[in-house]
């Protein structure tokens, strides 16, 4: 497993951008895939995007497609979710996550290492 730690959550107005980063540790990074999922309170936690360990293939939800970028780099062991044009709904906790395989996947419960997450809050 490797240990995570997310960064660049905080308090934005709608139709801002912030920008999330993940730091990694512990493993040899680019040997993973990497996502970012979101909970809302009162609402199970949900998908918002993913990277192969090269960047070549991404994945995302598709309330957050051209509005969210996701990248990485390798280099600085980080992951990063650059999210623009900000919406009220998209106001909850992001996560990022790692599992060690090759194909992206939208899965929880295959991902086996968690941040603590960090907060977003749009307002309206």
């Known amino acids: 497993q490797v240990q995570l730690v997310e960064s660049g959550g905080g308090l934005v107005q709608a139709g801002g951008s912030l920008r999330l980063s993940c730091a990694a540790s512990?493993?040899?990074?680019?040997?993973?895939?990497m996502g970012w999922f979101r909970q809302a309170p009162g609402k199970e936690r949900e998908f918002v995007a993913a990277i192969n360990w090269s960047g070549g293939s991404t994945r995302y939800k598709d309330s957050v497609k051209g509005r969210f970028t996701i990248s990485r780099d390798n280099a600085k062991n980080t992951v990063y979710l650059q999210m623009n044009s900000l919406k009220p709904e998209d106001t909850a906790v992001y996560y990022c996550?790692?599992?060690?395989?090759?194909?992206?996947?939208?899965?929880?419960?295959?991902?086996?290492?968690w941040g603590q997450g960090t907060q977003v809050t749009v307002s309206s």
């Open positions: 512990g493993r040899t990074f680019s040997e993973y895939i």
């Open positions: 996550a790692a599992d060690r395989t090759i194909v992206v996947h939208t899965t929880p419960f295959q991902y086996d290492s």
